[in-house]
């Protein structure tokens, strides 16, 4: 009996890591926050199924014909099924979970305590109807049990985290770079990639790399890339409530901030814009103690919180927009033109007019290169090898990132954006290049919005109406105000997907030489992949 108790503990266990792995990764996407992902369970329902009917079959079955030990065989073999079945975040994920140390302590401390009660649950119940339902409360529970096992470890995270950001603080002094901190409430990774670019041809630069942008992840940084041989270190810096960029700053002490916008991306934790510009403007109030400059977009002053702040400090900002902004401007973006080989501007920089040419797709990328023309000339890089480097500039990795598609079409993959500028901004895209084929737009729409959620998509749709000829729609639950404005006018230009990769499959069989197919928006797998446990 031991050894059978045995085998059957063994199986349990092998499929609760299987499972773990699957709420370790939604965890990890949001930063370990417990009560986020205590709201992302309730908030989508996420609950077994699978192994919970199961378990419920054999208990009704138990009663009725079943002997214990082809019971406990089906058991087995069940927890050893669902275990082969379970989807691998390692492998078979958009972002892939990384077993970071953070994380394996995490999970193996949930391992282990689900262990325990499944050989509770053997040890006093013996394999009966009663032992089937107290694992099915125990499968049910797993989610919960990777959060408590997050709670338990949080103290000593708290110490291995000051412990590495001692360090950082350290190497950090040790190396004094130049500090450029970036944030916005988008545009910042993209401005991190054209600014970064600029200043690695006149000196040695490190950026935080792809969206890395909070405290732990650039204390890595700092940690493992940075070293002295440096000038620049630009840093993106991301918000997730008033005090956090104030946090990164303490970290990384700006010696130039520069801020993009002001927007309603992850507006549900912010609630208002006010308390957006706030925050944002925690950069501009770190590097203005530190006797430095403030590079900001025009549009970012249209707040009582930042207005305030720049009235202040006039004569430490330099102000980039367009010429029709209200705002004084130091950078003047006269006029842009988008073609199928990137984008061009006219801007007035100190009196002198400029034309500058970039392989860059979409006008809001106009002023994310105004920021970094004047954060670069701010710092005294000749303006000739910024407009070099502008000429030379690498697409930005998934952010309307021009590249072929298959049968002779052109695919402008714009998965990493998810709020409304940038996503219009792909739609002006479309409208305004002259092509042979069909414009088609493949979206999940845009996640956390807060209230503005439905109103944004409506709005979004009817752009998208007129501008696309097909327009396929990933998870149009998620989405019904788009949905509806495009059912309401030309049903016929719509087609609905369960999954990003259904809409692949129908675009690898559908599309035609010529089209331009945009990709706008991705949805992470905590709201795609792991509801269909």
């Not at 706030?278 to 009582?304: C, S």
């Not at 100190?350 to 105004?370: D, S, V």
């Not at 000739?384 to 690498?394: A, G, H, I, R």
């Amino acid at each position: 009996m031991l050894l059978i108790h045995g085998i059957l503990l063994g199986s349990f266990t092998y499929f609760a890591y299987k499972r773990l792995l699957n709420y370790l990764h939604a965890l990890q996407q949001d930063d370990y926050n417990s009560q986020r992902m205590l709201s992302w369970l309730k908030k989508y329902s996420i609950y077994d199924t699978s192994v919970s009917s199961g378990l419920l079959c054999l208990a009704v079955l138990d009663l009725v014909i079943l002997q214990t030990n082809v019971l406990v065989v089906l058991l087995v073999l069940g927890f050893l099924v669902a275990a082969y079945f379970e989807l691998n975040p390692l492998k078979q994920a958009k972002k892939s979970l990384v077993l970071t140390p953070r994380a394996l302590r995490i999970l193996r401390l949930a391992v282990v305590i689900s262990s325990l009660y499944a050989l509770l649950f053997i040890l006093l119940l013996d394999i009966s109807v009663a032992y089937m339902l107290a694992t099915i409360v125990l499968v049910q529970a797993l989610p919960l049990i990777l959060v408590l096992s997050n709670k338990l470890l949080d103290r000593q995270e708290k110490k291995i985290q000051a412990f590495f950001y001692q360090d950082a603080q350290q190497h950090l002094a040790t190396c004094n770079p130049t500090i450029i901190g970036i944030t916005g409430s988008f545009g910042k990774t993209s401005l991190k990639h054209i600014l970064g670019h600029i200043l690695k041809s006149s000196a040695p630069t490190l950026i935080t790399p792809g969206s890395v942008n909070t405290v732990m992840g650039i204390t890595r940084v700092i940690r493992e890339q940075l070293e002295a041989r440096h000038d620049y270190f630009v840093v993106e810096m991301g918000a997730y409530g008033p005090g956090s960029i104030h946090r990164l700053c303490q970290l990384t002490p700006p010696h130039f901030g520069v801020i993009t916008a002001i927007g309603h991306a992850h507006f549900e934790r912010f609630k208002s814009l006010e308390t957006v510009a706030k925050t944002k403007f925690e950069l501009a109030q770190a590097a203005l103690a530190k006797n430095g400059q403030v590079i900001v977009n025009a549009d970012t002053l249209e707040y009582d919180a930042s207005q305030q702040i720049f009235l202040n400090n006039a004569p430490q900002f330099v102000i980039a927009g367009f010429k029709t902004s209200s705002q004084p401007l130091n950078f003047t973006i006269n006029q842009t033109q988008q073609t199928t080989a990137g984008l061009w501007l006219q801007v007035l920089w100190q009196g002198q007019e400029y034309n500058l040419q970039t392989p860059l797709f979409g006008n809001h990328h106009a002023e994310n290169i105004a920021l970094a023309f004047a954060t670069a000339l701010t710092l005294g890089v000749a303006i000739e090898s910024v407009v070099l480097s502008l000429k030379n500039l690498p697409q930005v990795k998934h952010r309307l990132e021009k590249k072929p598609g298959g049968n002779g079409t052109t695919i402008l993959d714009d998965a990493y954006n998810s709020n409304p500028i940038g996503f219009r901004a792909a739609l002006n895209v479309l409208q305004q290049i002259d092509i042979p084929g069909r414009k088609i737009l493949i979206t999940p729409g845009m996640i956390e919005l807060g209230e503005s959620h439905d109103q944004e998509h409506a709005a979004i749709g009817e752009i998208a109406l007129a501008v696309c000829d097909i327009i396929a729609v990933v998870q149009p639950e998620r989405i019904p105000t788009f949905t509806q404005a495009i059912q309401n006018v030309a049903p016929e230009k719509l087609k609905l997907f369960d999954t990003f990769v259904a809409a692949e499959q129908w675009l690898t069989k559908e599309q035609q030489p010529g089209d331009w197919i945009v990709i706008e928006n991705d949805l992470p797998d905590i709201y795609e992949r792991v509801l269909k446990i």
